[in-house]
């Protein structure tokens, strides 16, 4: 397909790639949007169509797949003003480690726990602390690697029940 042919093919998609956009989104400046995002994304993929392809459906499909993401990205940034997550992070910050008087106590007291650990569980967890990828403590302790997270998974565990006694 020629690059005029695709010019024209995609303005008179125009009018239907707008009610799809409404239809998506339920509001007009939303859509317009999604219309101009999904316009700019098909014009920067012209290299990606094949012309064997239905123009119409690779279109739609680009609209379809910016308004899930543009939805996703949006219902995180939600997720991260939301009042409760506001607490939860004000909570992390109240029982911070770091700054309080006690928190050596409480350091020392976690710490004890992760050596009463069983040896199999203790070495996993207490690399996967430091920082170690789970593909690293697999090879170093030549250990599949699902074995590995189920291991720091039930070490986890096993630490959140013995510190809420």
């Not at 967890?125 to 250990?143: H, P, R, S, T, W």
Request: charged share 30%.
């Amino acid at each position: 397909m020629s690059e005029v042919e695709f010019y024209v093919q995609l303005t008179n998609l125009e009018p239907n790639l707008k009610k799809f956009a409404y239809r998506l989104t339920q509001k007009n400046e939303e859509a317009k949007d999604l219309f101009q995002d999904t316009c700019l994304r098909v014009l920067m993929n012209r290299n990606k169509f094949i012309n064997d392809e239905n123009f119409k459906a690779w279109t739609f499909t680009i609209m379809k797949n910016a308004f899930i993401t543009d939805y996703r990205h949006n219902f995180r940034q939600r997720t991260l003003k939301d009042g409760a997550t506001e607490s939860i992070i004000n909570r992390q910050e109240e029982y911070s480690v770091s700054g309080r008087p006690d928190s050596e106590y409480f350091a020392s007291e976690i710490s004890q726990h992760i050596e009463q650990l069983h040896n199999k569980f203790k070495l996993p967890f207490k690399m996967y602390v430091q920082g170690f990828k789970y593909k690293e403590i697999a090879d170093k302790l030549n250990l599949n690697i699902g074995t590995v997270k189920n291991r720091i998974f039930l070490s986890r565990k096993q630490l959140m029940t013995q510190i809420e006694r």
